[in-house]
């Protein structure tokens, strides 16, 4: 079980999707085995802008977020949807 950092839900592993911040970079990561820190969101954009809202992107991951990097999430996280 893993909780969303949008919506504060413990789903399955399964369910949720992996966001992986290593040396400044962030990325998606389906697999859930990218290197680095990693937070779970559902695959909605609806948790992503909880998360957005609240910064809870960037407080897990303990990096900074710029603007840029949330759009290029929020734009993964669409392509992912589908």
Do not use: H, N, W
């Not at 992503?48 to 996280?77: H, M, N, P, V, Y």
């Amino acid at each position: 079980m893993r909780r969303c950092v949008g919506c504060m839900e413990s789903k399955p592993k399964k369910e949720l999707i992996r966001i992986a911040g290593y040396e400044g970079a962030v990325t998606l990561d389906p697999t859930g085995k990218a290197k680095g820190r990693g937070v779970y969101l559902c695959p909605s954009s609806e948790c992503l802008e909880k998360a957005k809202k609240k910064k809870a992107l960037a407080r897990s991951l303990g990096i900074e977020l710029s603007q840029e990097q949330l759009s290029q999430l929020f734009r993964d996280l669409e392509a992912y949807e589908k």
